[in-house]
């Protein structure tokens, strides 16, 4: 017998998000997900006013925001990148530069999809960390610091110090990134730090989710990242969940956000609702209608297109879904997204997509964006104009048509913003996938109460339910479950390995588990 495998958990356990999980294999070590623990980060911090600025080892190290990463033997792996503050030479005289301490143990990082709670830590890694990701959380994760460019310390470790252009703002290069990002592909397996990796696409509330198949030379693994059976791709997790039966896996790491008192609508329930709200709102004469989504639920920005399409009103997009939109469809990925975009662009895919979906229906009556009062405003201008769209001050609804579907990111002030009386605001978001998230939503629906805003909440979860969760492990059937990324790991205990007889571990932060048939 070869030498023992062990999981050690840092972060995503007891908790929903911040999933981060060190694999070794005698001296392989590969990082499963890499994500941002929101409720720690929200004990000392707040987004974007009051952010981690100076010091990496004091103000997210010490916090413990960023985990010590410890092999089993209890020896460190590496060291956080950190900064220096002081003048520097480089061409764009910043008034820091970067300390790269080297790995002490060659290991990679594998990330499952594009939420922050899986991705986000990644930037304070030693630079010649090999990074593994699809397509589109690539490109969502690097865009999001293109596009905010917020001075903290996340901003400061994402990018490269020698920066090419940036003003290309629907474009990400990697090039401009410190660190070795690195594509996979589903169902096409790799070998990460030596260990075999075989990613499989799954359903979730962001495009390019996977979850793995890691084949060790103790067992095989499944970990399912986060995923669901009732969305757009729910083919998907289908497919993932047959490759995992024909693997006959030994340790399932499963995720059960869901677990507890959850209603979950399918994404054809939200669409069927939203239709009928909007459609209703505007026969009784109402104006506008703000749909806060998050800018990378493609599926959810394509249901809210599909609405104003059949409606035949008008529709704004805010510069957070606009740039995503647009990135994705000047790339490869419109030939990969499932879901009927809005037309930013002219491509008979787009429409046969369209017509597909809801048949040869009314137009849009008009596409426009909404210009924010930043350093990005005029480049979106200058975006829009090139592509003939309306557009309006994103402080200002007033001045954009009546009937008119207005896609906002998540839930801005509205109290700062001019907005039309007769307005409907449709709630569209549920899971903390940004910073943004951590915003108190009662301060929110305290705002739109004093405007006179009426408030509506619909939503499909990104995480699979309670029921196709029972079905998903029966059929699986694995060896031992390892339940993460849930508040009620106990269900696990009590339900698959009471009464189904599947050996359950609970996990717990920093403490090894071994990985053995």
Request: glycine share 6%; net charge negative.
């Amino acid at each position: 017998m070869g030498s023992k495998v062990f999981l050690t958990p840092y972060g995503g356990v007891n908790k929903i998000g911040g999933n981060t999980f060190l694999l070794e294999d005698s001296d392989s070590k590969i990082i499963i997900d890499f994500g941002e623990d929101f409720d720690r980060f929200a004990s000392y911090y707040e987004f974007p006013t009051n952010m981690p600025k100076d010091s990496v080892e004091r103000e997210l190290v010490l916090t413990g925001i960023l985990p010590k990463i410890l092999s089993h033997e209890g020896n460190a792996i590496f060291n956080y990148s950190e900064i220096r503050h002081g003048k520097t030479s480089t061409r764009h005289e910043r008034e820091w530069s970067i300390i790269d301490n080297p790995v002490k143990q060659p290991f990679s990082v594998i990330i499952s999809h594009g939420h922050l709670d899986h991705v986000a830590n990644v930037v304070f890694l030693p630079s010649t960390t090999p990074i593994y990701t699809g397509t589109y959380t690539q490109m969502s994760f690097l865009s999001r610091f293109v596009s905010k460019r917020i001075g903290s310390l996340y901003q400061m470790l994402a990018f490269s110090e020698n920066l090419a252009n940036m003003e290309d703002i629907d474009k990400v290069d990697v090039k401009n990134f410190r660190h070795s990002y690195r594509e996979f592909r589903n169902e096409v397996p790799f070998k990460p730090s030596g260990i075999e990796v075989k990613p499989c696409a799954v359903d979730h509330s962001i495009p390019g989710a996977f979850g793995f198949i890691i084949r060790t030379s103790q067992s095989t693994i499944g970990y399912t990242g986060d995923f669901r059976s009732h969305g757009v791709a729910k083919a998907f997790t289908e497919k993932f969940k047959e490759n995992l039966v024909d693997e006959k896996i030994d340790f399932l790491i499963c995720e059960g956000t869901n677990l507890g008192i959850h209603q979950i609508m399918d994404e054809e329930g939200v669409e069927s609702f939203t239709y009928k709200a909007v459609s209703d709102f505007f026969a009784k004469g109402g104006e506008h209608v703000y749909i806060s989504v998050s800018s990378n639920n493609i599926d959810r920005i394509s249901q809210v297109y599909g609405v104003a399409k059949r409606l035949g009103v008008n529709l704004y997009l805010s510069d957070e879904v606009f740039l995503p939109l647009l990135r994705i469809l000047r790339s490869e990925l419109r030939r990969r997204i499932i879901s009927p975009l809005p037309p930013l662009i002219k491509d008979p895919l787009l429409r046969r997509r369209e017509e597909e979906k809801w048949g040869k229906a009314s137009d849009i009556r008009s596409l426009g964006v909404l210009i924010p009062n930043d350093a990005l405003g005029e480049l979106i201008l200058s975006k829009a104009e090139a592509l003939s769209l309306n557009y309006s001050n994103e402080s200002d609804f007033s001045s954009i048509p009546s009937e008119s579907i207005i896609l906002i990111h998540d839930r801005p002030p509205l109290i700062k913003r001019r907005v039309k009386r007769k307005a409907l605001f449709i709630i569209s978001t549920s899971e903390h996938e940004s910073e943004e998230g951590m915003f108190a939503l009662e301060r929110f629906v305290n705002q739109a109460m004093v405007m006179g805003i009426p408030l509506i909440r619909v939503h499909s979860s990104g995480h699979i339910n309670i029921l196709d969760l029972i079905d998903f492990v029966k059929t699986v059937n694995p060896k031992h479950i390892i339940p993460v990324h849930t508040e009620h790991p106990e269900f696990f205990k009590s339900y698959f390995e009471v009464l189904m007889g599947i050996k359950v571990t609970l996990p717990y932060e920093g403490a090894p588990i071994v990985l053995e048939r």
